[in-house]
């Protein structure tokens, strides 16, 4: 394995999470007498320049041609994108002469809202039957993968964008020289770029290892970040800390000539050296930390099928299986998840075979115990399942350390 980035071949392990099938490979009943496919998920550390990475073992279009995963399903999703949406064309002063683009747009969840507001914009997003739910908003969206020559295309058809907008996306392509160079096909001269995606402060910090999985090929710090848009003559010129999926950052790049970079950026790169981030050192207690998030959970279920407590799941999301592969939990310690994805119901989940409900299923079983697997969205889950109380249920959340949600106001009874 070389580095992507700068394509060194001195790469240090810093997580072996062992071997899992795709996150997103959800498994009908028809396909439970059948094998899967699993792959190594190892994580590794370029010495070179920094760049955390796992290996190419799937392709984008193994996961992305059709895809589980609908954005607009997460109700605090939708309201972040509507408010990056109106502070964009405020801050940029965008109007219906301006273009927005966004790649990877999945079902609308963002565009919807630029739609709403009079500003054109296009979506580029690979999945057809994602594609399709933003048509159906109205959104306009192309599908395809953003290549070279698809920005060529479209830059041609549609003329150079004002905004181009990739969020959590830039970790999920293996050519990311390829990708960055479409991103800056895209923009125009004076155009902005904005990327979100998941710090990996926080991956290594906090222990989130299950934010690893195939379709994330790479992790980045500010300082990998701005090392890899610089190939495509593109300068981060602003950072925002964001709490979305355990913390995030948002990078707005722009070209090299009319790049004129503020104070965040040294600020969140002085951050991310302090962590120690900035030599490999840095990244040494991430496997440790792992193993003690795995063992906490285990304890805590074993515990619980011993009181003879029913222990259910909420969600069914990409890093929820491979918290589940990792740590060997099937329907003997969590005996069904429940998902407001519609797609995933009637299916398992991949590996470990847990079988998806509908929310409703918690309503009619109450069980004892509702472990949260996204996590990541603690406010918006425990508003929704704060009633999970008023029959003497906890909510549980497995990271960054093991916790139980504060259900207080429920009308509970005792249950042990």
């Given at each position: ?10 790469l ?5 999470l062992?071997?899992t099938?795709?996150c ?6 028809a ?22 990475q ?11 041609v ?65 594609g ?9 969206t ?44 895209l923009?125009?001269?004076d ?53 979305t ?18 104070p ?26 792992a ?14 099928r ?51 409900h509908?929310?409703e ?56």
């Amino acid at each position: 394995m070389r580095c992507r980035l700068c394509h060194s071949g001195h790469l240090t392990s810093v997580l072996d999470l062992g071997a899992t099938p795709p996150c997103e490979k959800f498994l009908t009943e028809a396909e439970l007498d059948l094998p899967e496919t699993t792959y190594p998920l190892h994580l590794r550390l370029c010495e070179n320049c920094l760049l955390l990475q796992i290996p190419a073992l799937i392709t984008p279009a193994d996961t992305f041609v059709e895809y589980a995963y609908y954005s607009s399903f997460s109700d605090s999703w939708v309201r972040h994108a509507r408010t990056f949406v109106q502070q964009a064309i405020a801050d940029l002063s965008l109007g219906p002469d301006s273009l927005l683009v966004e790649v990877a747009s999945n079902d609308g969840y963002l565009l919807q809202h630029a739609v709403a507001a009079g500003i054109p914009c296009l979506g580029i997003e690979p999945s057809h039957n994602v594609g399709a739910a933003a048509r159906e908003k109205g959104v306009p969206t192309v599908t395809a993968f953003l290549d070279e020559d698809t920005a060529t295309r479209i830059r041609d058809a549609h003329g150079p964008a004002d905004l181009v907008v990739a969020n959590n996306v830039y970790a999920h392509v293996p050519d990311l020289l390829g990708f960055t160079r479409a991103l800056r096909g895209l923009l125009a001269d004076d155009g902005w770029l904005s990327i979100e995606v998941h710090h990996a402060l926080n991956l290594v910090r906090l222990g989130q290892f299950d934010t690893v999985y195939h379709e994330h090929f790479q992790y980045y710090t500010v300082a990998s970040a701005r090392r890899a848009l610089a190939t495509a003559g593109l300068t981060v010129v602003d950072v925002e800390l964001l709490p979305t999926h355990g913390g995030s950052l948002r990078l707005w790049a722009r070209p090299d000539p009319v790049a004129r970079p503020r104070p965040r950026v040294a600020e969140v790169l002085a951050m991310e050296e302090s962590a120690g981030l900035h030599s490999a050192a840095g990244y040494s207690d991430l496997q440790d930390r792992a193993e003690q998030v795995r063992a906490e959970l285990l304890e805590f279920l074993l515990d619980c099928r011993a009181a003879g407590r029913r222990v259910a799941g909420y969600g069914a999301p990409g890093k929820g299986n491979t918290l589940l592969n990792y740590c060997g939990i099937r329907p003997d310690l969590l005996s069904y998840t429940v998902d407001r994805n519609p797609y995933k119901h009637g299916r398992y989940t991949p590996g470990t075979r847990i079988p998806i409900h509908p929310p409703e299923r918690l309503d009619a079983d109450r069980p004892d115990v509702v472990v949260v697997l996204p996590w990541n969205l603690e406010t918006e889950i425990t508003a929704q399942l704060r009633h999970v109380g008023s029959w003497g249920g906890q909510l549980v959340y497995p990271l960054p350390t093991l916790h139980h949600a504060n259900l207080a106001g429920a009308e509970s009874g005792s249950r042990s």
